[in-house]
């Protein structure tokens, strides 16, 4: 790519993108630290919330991202994104953390492979997973894949959560043909209903110490301590940090993507997405395709799994209902399927806005007023209106918020659906040609693309 | 057909799908493990009857919920996935109405009303049951009915009808956003505990003899069978006696050909409604009795095995729904046999599965809304 090449990609990118996703994320850490300046925080209370932000703006682009090649590009319509969530994390969890001793305790351990190997190999078995639901499942209609793909997800589930899979005794050597392995484990397994408790290195550490910069790192660490925060800031750093990493992630996600998309193997997705009878008359073998497209996407999801829980100190099954899948779909639907900028921008809305939001509301509210206790149900709280008090009510609200916010999320869904189905940027219209076809001196077809993003003209 | 015909047409779909060749083995192994384990006692008789017999009341549930659930498919075109918590919220309503017949006087309205949130009332207190507060239980019944009707009607006039013509995907995405905000509202209201229901202890059981054994069947158990039986029977009546049946089929086959051929379409759609959520909320007040607990998240959780059932018989085929609910309910209750306990669901979601590829319309293929 030539220097004016590039020029012009950020000149085009000016035009269009990068003000909006900036003037969105500038907005909603603004309000952020606003709110963080009404709570009173000091700077270690406004770079955890900043931290906590940037972390769901990341997973939730990135899984949007990886959502928006299923069904923006390709039309597939898989509600199973949780399954492949799960697969991931839980394969890293299992090749990277450290043996234990036979007849130790009762944790399960791991093999105790680095965890770059534990993380691609999640990504590939996530991947493997897209390819064994999509081999029989693609032929089907867009509803009955859905179907699938949730159950799919809760087979993944209960699979997680059964006591079959709790724990393997590995042998202590495994012939196979001329080698001989020796595998430091005794014990793995999925660790049933309690889950696993992910003991390996601290991911952040491990990627510093790969680099050569933990020891830098440790540096700045204690430069802050001795000028900004007083005590023990490494939490509160590594947050920040793994933050910054996560939205260079999402940075990467969306690079491919729109690579993928703009490709020709792109281009086909998108024919398959407006008919795939069409693309299959002009010779494009679709199944293969969509096959592609489906694996792809479902390897990034177990990504997007892997960067979301693997940080955490433990995983359990029930961190993968299928609310989760249902959430990166608003994000989706938010953003506008079939657009990357969109993707992300839907997902740093919902993190912000639907998913985080909602508890700093009722933070600031309790910040702003001296409220009382909460009444402990609703009749307690409808109780209130006897006396025409609705202060009950209102507290209830405002406690029981965490599931409002579902309530919420369902009922902007459905708005979306009335209103604006195709969402903040969805189908746009993209030049499907590679070249410029505007005629130079006409004024007739300059800036009006040729509709190859299923937009009509209108 | 002829013999040799059938025969060639078998070996060419063996040969042309190696998943069926394994399917067939699976069914063959598992069939043998059965029999094998019945003749060596290694399986008891009554243990497999009382399984039998537990999947096959399951399948009623599914099958009296997939009822509405095939409907409204068939002729609104969409999978709705907000019929779980329809289920749900006819199942609360009308525990709701027990619970304020059997112990009104003693307690407060509004404890009852909640159905006893944050464990104010008990179920097992009030003697819920059949036999012990039959009343009740009827009222229960029709109000878990009637108000899932209304529930219905209403989110159809506001959420469903101004995109009646968008496609199946946008109303299935639509469903979705009904199914949180209805669920999670329940839960605001009723709160996130799952209590006891029915006074458990005191339904009366008999055990009936297997060949080396026994197996319970409860009161609860014979008024589900009483009631799914009826109401199925009423529903093929109704759209077998009425033009109500043909005008369905004619919708689901063409909607326009159908308005054009006089069916006021609106009017189908709304009657589809009231039959097919009459049906859930009687199906989830039924399914509370007979397990006697209530959480919010129950009707969810049924929510893809009535999917699985649907399509297995067939979307739009009311006998397909019951068919398939057997069927499912059957497979996730005696597939322990085989599988650990954990997987009896995830075997159901694979019957669907399977039926979905190889047979993607149904095992009673075909659309018969009727």
């Known amino acids: 790519m030539s220097a004016t090449d590039i020029r012009g990609l950020i000149q085009g990118l000016f035009e269009r993108d990068v003000t909006l996703v900036l003037a969105v994320l500038g907005t909603i850490y603004l309000l952020y630290v606003l709110a963080g300046v009404a709570f009173g925080y000091g700077l270690r209370g406004q770079l955890n919330s900043i931290a906590n932000l940037t972390f769901y703006i990341g997973v939730f682009g990135m899984l949007a991202l990886a959502l928006n090649l299923h069904w923006g590009y390709t039309g597939l319509f898989n509600i199973g994104i949780v399954g492949f969530m799960g697969i991931g994390v839980y394969v890293t969890a299992l090749v990277s953390k450290p043996p234990v001793a036979q007849g130790g305790a009762a944790q399960v351990g791991g093999f105790g492979l680095p965890l770059s190997v534990g993380i691609v190999s999640g990504v590939v078995v996530a991947g493997l997973f897209g390819l064994l639901v999509a081999l029989p499942a693609l032929r089907l ?103 910054v990493l996560l939205l260079i992630g999402v940075g990467l996600f969306y690079l491919l993507l729109s690579r993928t998309g703009k490709s020709p193997f792109g281009r086909v997705l998108k024919a398959i997405r407006e008919d795939e009878d069409v693309a299959n008359a002009l010779g494009k ?69 639907l998913y985080e939001g909602p508890r700093y509301f009722k933070n600031l509210v309790q910040t702003a007023f001296e409220l009382g206790d909460a009444p402990r149900n609703f009749g307690e709280a409808m109780a209130g209106f006897a006396s025409l008090d609705p202060m009950p009510f209102v507290l209830y609200t405002l406690d029981s918020i965490s599931q409002l916010r579902l309530v919420i999320m369902g009922v902007v869904l459905i708005w979306l659906m009335h209103n604006r189905p195709e969402g903040l940027l969805g189908h746009r219209k993209e030049t499907a040609s590679s070249v410029d076809l505007a005629r130079p001196g006409s004024a007739e077809s300059t800036g009006k693309p040729a509709a190859a993003d299923g937009g009509e003209e209108r | 057909m002829s013999v040799s015909e059938t025969y060639v047409r078998y070996r060419q779909t063996l040969s042309e799908e190696p998943l069926a060749i394994g399917v067939l083995l699976v069914a063959l192994w598992m069939a043998w493990s059965l029999v094998n384990g019945l003749l060596t006692g290694g399986i008891q008789v009554s243990s497999l009857a009382s399984l039998v017999w ?19 498919y068939s002729i609104l075109n969409f999978a709705n996935f907000a019929h779980g918590d329809y289920l749900t919220s006819g199942a609360f309503a009308g525990m709701a109405t027990s619970y304020l017949v ?53 989110i159809d006039r506001f959420v469903y009808r101004p995109i009646r013509d968008e496609s199946g995907i946008a109303l ?84 326009d050909l159908a308005r054009i051929t006089g069916i006021p379409t609106e009017q189908v ?78 075997a159901a979601f694979l019957v669907m599965i399977v039926i979905l590829l190889f047979k993607p319309e149904g095992i009673f293929s075909g659309r018969t809304t009727a």
């Not at chain 1, 959560?161 to 392995?181: E, I, N």
């Not at chain 1, 550490?205 to 790192?217: G, V």
């Not at chain 2, 929510?303 to 068919?323: H, P, Q, R, T």
Request: aromatic share 10%.
């Open chain 2, 54 to 72: 537990d999947g096959l009341l399951r399948g009623l549930i599914i099958g009296l919920a997939g009822i509405g659930l095939s409907m409204t």
């Open chain 2, 102 to 154: 059997a112990g009104i006087g003693e307690n407060s309205v509004g404890a009852l009303l909640l159905v006893g949130a944050g464990g104010s009332v008990f179920g097992g207190a009030l003697g819920i049951g059949v036999t012990t507060a039959p009343i009740a239980v009827v009222f229960g019944a029709l109000i878990a009915g009637v108000a899932t009707i209304a529930l219905a009607l209403l």
């Open chain 2, 269 to 346: 759609i709304r009657t589809t409604w009231i039959v097919g959520a009459g049906l859930t909320g009687v199906a989830g007040y039924m399914f509370i009795l007979w397990k006697g607990t209530l959480g919010f998240n129950d009707g969810w959780l049924l929510l893809l095995l009535v999917f699985a059932a649907v399509i297995l018989g067939g979307i739009g085929s009311i006998y397909g729904a019951i068919g398939g609910g057997i069927v499912i309910g059957l497979t996730a209750s005696v597939s322990v046999i085989w599988i650990p306990s954990e997987f009896g669901r995830a």
């Open chain 1, 141 to 243: 209609r867009a509803d009955y894949l859905a179907i699938v793909t949730v159950a799919f997800s809760e087979i993944v589930r209960f699979t997680m959560m059964s006591r079959t899979f709790q724990t393997f005794t590995v042998p202590d050597t495994v012939d196979l043909w001329l080698f001989t392995f020796d595998p430091a484990a005794d014990t793995v397994g999925l660790g049933g209903g309690g889950g696993l408790i992910l003991n390996y290195p601290d991911p952040l550490e491990a990627l510093l110490r790969s680099l050569f910069l933990w020891e830098p790192y440790l540096g700045l660490i204690g430069f802050v301590e001795r000028n900004y925060i007083p005590n023990n800031p490494k939490p509160v750093l590594d947050g920040v940090l793994y933050g």
């Open chain 1, 285 to 353: 073998d679709t199944d293969r395709f969509k096959l592609t497209a489906f694996v792809l996407g479902s390897a990034l999801m177990g990504l997007g799994g892997i960067l979301w829980y693997s940080s955490r100190g433990s995983i359990t099954p029930p961190s993968f209902r299928p609310n989760i899948t249902f959430f990166i779909w608003i994000a989706l639907i938010i953003g506008g399927a079939g657009s990357n900028t969109g993707s992300f921008l839907g997902g740093a809305i919902f993190a912000g806005v």
């Open chain 2, 172 to 255: 299935l995405i639509t469903s979705i956003g009904v199914a949180f905000a209805l669920r999670y509202l329940l839960q605001f209201v009723f709160g996130a505990g799952v209590r006891g229901t029915t006074a458990a202890g005191s339904v009366p059981r008999v055990s009936v003899p297997a060949i080396d054994g026994t197996f319970r069947v409860t009161a609860h158990d014979i008024s589900l069978v009483v009631v799914a039986g009826g109401l199925m029977l009423g529903v093929h009546l109704l759209l077998q006696r009425t033009k109500l049946g043909k005008a369905m089929r004619a919708m689901s086959d063409n909607e």
